[in-house]
């Protein structure tokens, strides 16, 4: 079974900010804005209850969500997925996170990570 994700890149909470710049699934290398949606800006997310977490907006800015990838990657069952941050000050403590997600139109249900095989 092969299972289609669509990766959503966004950046993390309040102290700290970046973005995936890129990512290798199943082998196959690709740059944004391929697989991921588009960055508004490389800028923190001041309030986890706006839409600006799921949706990569800058509700600040005036930028209230983003549009979605052009494309998905295609990641068979058990392969290898290794995401590329950007560069990381020292000074920005706090989590990276990585959102991915099943694209709804491939017809897949199923989005499963073994988080005790995944490398931190």
């Known amino acids: 079974m092969r299972q289609y994700l669509f990766f959503f890149f966004i950046p993390p909470l309040v102290v700290g900010h970046g973005f995936v710049q890129n990512a290798t699934i199943g082998g196959k ?17 001041e309030n986890v209850k ?12 005036g930028i209230i969500g983003s549009r979605p990838a052009p494309l998905h990657a295609p990641a068979a069952a058990g392969s290898t997925v290794n995401l590329r941050w950007t560069a990381w000050p020292e000074s920005h403590q706090g989590p990276v996170i990585t959102y991915m997600a099943r694209c709804p139109d491939t017809g897949e249900h199923v989005l499963s ?3 005790t095989k995944s490398e931190l």
């Open 113 to 115: 990570i073994d988080d």
């Open 29 to 45: 290398e690709y740059d944004p804005p391929r697989i991921s949606r588009e960055i508004q800006g490389n800028f923190p997310i």
């Open 50 to 61: 706006l839409i600006d977490l799921e949706c990569g907006g800058n509700t600040t800015g």
